[in-house]
């Protein structure tokens, strides 16, 4: 088993930024992708970013590239996400998650454990 816990959320105002941080346990963190997605109440689960086991390959969603950055620490067994140039419609909460194989890292549905998620709100 793998457990992850998101923290850093919290309320921002348009323009500013959030540091999202993923805390992994249980097993070895550097095997994964790990991803970044989020829910918006009243919408489905959507891919945000994701990076490979060694850092050398990111993607992110259109609607953050330029944005977000997605990061790791192998060594910490840690992930984060930095939002900047936050905007209102960027409000959900977001989720950090794994999974060993590299197909379909856009499918939330692919992936093997999940965090518990944490609040963003971005106000005008």
């Known amino acids: 088993q793998m457990q992850l816990v998101e923290s850093g959320g919290g309320s921002a105002q348009a323009g500013g930024s959030l540091r999202l941080s993923c805390a992994a346990s249980g097993r070895i963190f550097s095997y994964y992708f790990m991803g970044w997605f989020r829910q918006a109440p009243g919408k489905e689960r959507e891919f945000v970013a994701v990076i490979n086991q060694d850092s050398d390959s990111t993607d992110y969603a259109d609607s953050v590239k330029g944005r977000f950055t997605i990061s790791r620490d192998n060594a910490k067994n840690t992930g984060s996400l930095q939002m900047s140039s936050l905007k209102p419609e960027d409000t959900a909460v977001y989720y950090c998650?794994?999974?060993?194989?590299?197909?379909?890292?856009?499918?939330?549905?692919?992936?093997?454990?999940w965090g518990q998620g944490t609040q963003v709100t971005v106000s005008s």
């Open positions: 998650a794994i999974k060993r194989t590299g197909e379909v890292l856009h499918d939330s549905s692919t992936y093997d454990y």
